[in-house]
């Protein structure tokens, strides 16, 4: 039961990456899910999330250049970045609420990704 974020690298300014999270194990569905980050020397701050109904939020410092998106039929979320700054720079982890199946029964559990490293720099 896990999350794998992926995506991440080295862009320039002004560029753009595309961060997914791919849920597997024993997940059946995905609930509310999000994207949080942690740069280095600061707290793990909120990025963006999103409920099971589409609704979204973001944190000021990305709106207007963060997208997140989710495909529940292939348990997936994405985070599209883009007009990245060198502030930008951190781990980001995929976050959520999900269901797994735990000896038949539906089981509503928190889990955290492993980060995917994005720096930006020219």
């Known amino acids: 039961v896990q999350l794998q974020a992926s995506g991440g690298g080295l862009v320039q300014p002004g560029g753009s990456l595309r961060l997914s999270c791919a849920a597997s194990g024993s997940i059946v569905s995905l609930l509310d899910m999000g994207w949080s980050r942690q740069a280095p020397g600061k707290e793990r701050e909120l990025v963006a999330d999103i409920t099971t109904g589409g609704r979204t939020n973001y944190a000021d410092s990305v709106k207007g250049r963060f997208t997140i998106s989710r495909d529940d039929a292939k348990k997936m979320v994405y985070l599209q970045m883009n007009s990245l700054k060198p502030e930008d720079t951190a781990v980001y982890y995929c976050?959520?609420?999900?269901?797994?199946?735990?000896?038949?029964?539906?089981?509503?559990?928190?889990?955290w990704g492993q980060g995917t490293q994005v720096t930006v720099s020219s």
């Open positions: 976050y959520g609420d999900v269901y797994i199946l735990r000896e038949g029964r539906l089981v509503e559990i928190d889990l």
